[in-house]
């Protein structure tokens, strides 16, 4: 099989000839530039070779040649992203369009958010909408493009390659991605529930104007549209009630599914890491095709063979390869091989399993524990799985 047919295979929860492999088309699936430079000098690649997934974040996707080195079987289509999207406010500091600052300390590995625009604000609606919309057609002349670009590329990759085609669409639907802290979001979601929902319908409306353009375009080329992501749970739990969840977010989340469907009929991944077992069942029945990324430390989420017993006819899974926290990055090559052979055993059996590891891999992880990973996809990953 090539790429393309099969991570499409695994997706249609059938077997292909061997586990597909995902590495670098999203925020959530990625490296950080230090634990990549690693690896590419590891390799005898060129480690200034790669492009900026997020900048705040210092992820990175790996150079055309680590990529095929490592059997990658996906290539992503993304609005491009870098330092220069960002206002720098001094070496160490930046701002983003909305007034978003961020600042990387000493010695740190990430830009954190240090202000948030509406932290400062009263939590009312008045004037919120004008205050924060950007113009349609301001936007549309903006990103056109762009969105030439990517449309010519979706098609180049689509027509041109056998690897699976990944859109990243990228909507989040809620005010928890900085535009307001999430100290001042859980406080609002329980004492203002409307500004909150309304706060998140700007957002939702702005990413259909600008996200959603990218989709109308790429729709066709793409095997698989990693559609929305959201963090929603802490590790040892949901960050708020079903209830509230399925109240404000969910039917947000229903509205952009029912976007995407207008424009692609690929599978619609959504990205929720966290304690998030209970909503498992409600990205099912809005139409979620593929879950990113089972969080193994967070609780509820390490039974991976529950997981998939439970949720396997109906969802596949991209992710939850192995552990990030702990494993991958301070396990030993013994122990980094058991961890992906039984994630493997658990979740490829009748397909629908794309391997990844959870999240991204973290800057002080060793090129020679990546490569374990990969090592033991190649002795484990195999159909019909041991």
């Not at 992503?76 to 960002?86: N, R």
């Not at 509230?244 to 424009?263: D, K, M, N």
Request: aromatic letters at 10%; glycine letters at 6%.
């Amino acid at each position: 099989m090539n790429p393309r047919e099969r991570f499409k295979t695994a997706l249609n929860h059938q077997e292909p000839d061997r586990v597909p492999r995902e590495l670098g088309t999203t925020n959530a699936t990625c490296m950080h530039i230090i634990a990549y430079q690693n690896l590419a000098r590891y390799l005898g690649y060129d480690p200034e070779d790669y492009d900026w997934v997020s900048y705040p974040g210092q992820l990175v996707t790996p150079s055309e040649e680590v990529l095929q080195e490592l059997k990658i079987d996906t290539r992503k289509v993304q609005f491009h992203v870098g330092p220069e999207d960002y206002n720098f406010l001094d070496e160490n500091t930046l701002s983003t369009e909305i007034g978003v600052v961020l600042h990387k300390p000493p010695g740190g590995y990430y830009f954190d958010v240090i202000s948030s625009p509406l932290d400062d604000r009263p939590p009312t609606l008045d004037g919120l909408e004008d205050e924060f919309k950007i113009p349609i057609d301001y936007l549309r002349e903006d990103i056109s493009e762009e969105l030439d670009r990517l449309e010519v590329e979706a098609k180049r990759l689509h027509e041109e390659t056998d690897y699976a085609v990944i859109g990243v669409c990228d909507f989040y639907p809620s005010p928890f991605l900085f535009a307001l802290s999430y100290e001042r979001a859980l406080l609002y979601l329980a004492t203002n529930p409307e500004y909150i929902s309304a706060l998140t319908k700007i957002v939702v409306d702005h990413d259909m104007a600008t996200v959603g353009m990218l989709l109308e375009r790429i729709g066709p080329y793409v095997d698989m549209v990693y559609l929305m992501g959201d963090d929603y749970a802490s590790q040892q739990g949901p960050m708020m009630s079903p209830e509230t969840y399925r109240q404000i977010f969910l039917p947000f989340h229903r509205e952009i599914v029912e976007f995407a469907r207008q424009h692609t009929d690929a599978p619609l991944m959504q990205h929720q890491d966290g304690a998030i077992y209970q909503w498992i069942p409600d990205m099912i029945e809005i139409g979620i095709n593929v879950l990113n990324p089972i969080q193994l430390s967070a609780k509820g989420m390490g039974d991976t063979a529950r997981l998939k017993r439970e949720f396997g006819d109906s969802l596949a899974f991209l992710g939850g390869g192995i552990d990030t926290q702990s494993v991958l990055s301070y396990g030993t090559p013994g122990e980094i091989k058991a961890e992906v052979r039984r994630r493997i055993q658990d979740l490829a059996p009748g397909g629908g399993y794309v391997f990844a590891q959870v999240h991204d891999i973290q800057p002080e992880v060793p090129p020679e524990n990546i490569m374990a990973m990969f090592e033991a996809l190649d002795e484990y990953g195999n159909y019909p799985v041991r």
